[in-house]
């Protein structure tokens, strides 16, 4: 083959190669695009399935801890006897019935603020075991009429949580 067919052929070809690299280069930045843009759709729908689940998930946790406020449990829950550690034990029985009710709630809430409501209720029942060890309260109605006395001297746990839960919810929109 002599020289001027071989240039000639480069002539062809080099064009035809360099159109080929600048056609995959724009079809792969296409492709890119177009799964991204799926998966921007994708993400926005998800979001738009989960945000009644999550809004569900923070009204039942603040309806957990309007129950446990200890104005609220002590006037629903009624003492069983007298004996004021039998009182204590029931109310917070009460208190982990209805938190084990919840549980599955989580996974639709922040870590920070599920650990919130978690340290409220522990917070609750610590009040209620600190209260019913006081020597001054010998019976459940004792035991009652310190913890609302208590309520009187100090914010409770769920007030905080409640605060906490409304401004976590303020930012999701």
Sequence with gaps: MDLSKIL???GYTV????????AYKFFNIHTKNEEGRRRYLLSKEA?????????????RMTLFLERISLANLLTRIAPI?????DYCNFVIAQIEQEFEHNLAQQIYMTNECW?????????TIQMIRKAALKDSVSNANGLREELLNELLEK????SAALEYIKKEV???W
């Design 81 to 85: 006897s007298n004996d004021k550690n």
């Design 15 to 22: 064009p035809a190669v360099i159109t080929g690299m600048v």
């Design 47 to 59: 979001q738009k399935n989960a945000l009644p689940l999550r809004l569900q998930a923070y009204e």
């Design 8 to 10: 000639e052929l480069l």
């Design 115 to 123: 650990t919130i409501i978690a340290t409220a209720k522990n917070a």
């Design 155 to 158: 914010q409770t746990p769920s």
């Design 170 to 172: 303020s930012q999701m």
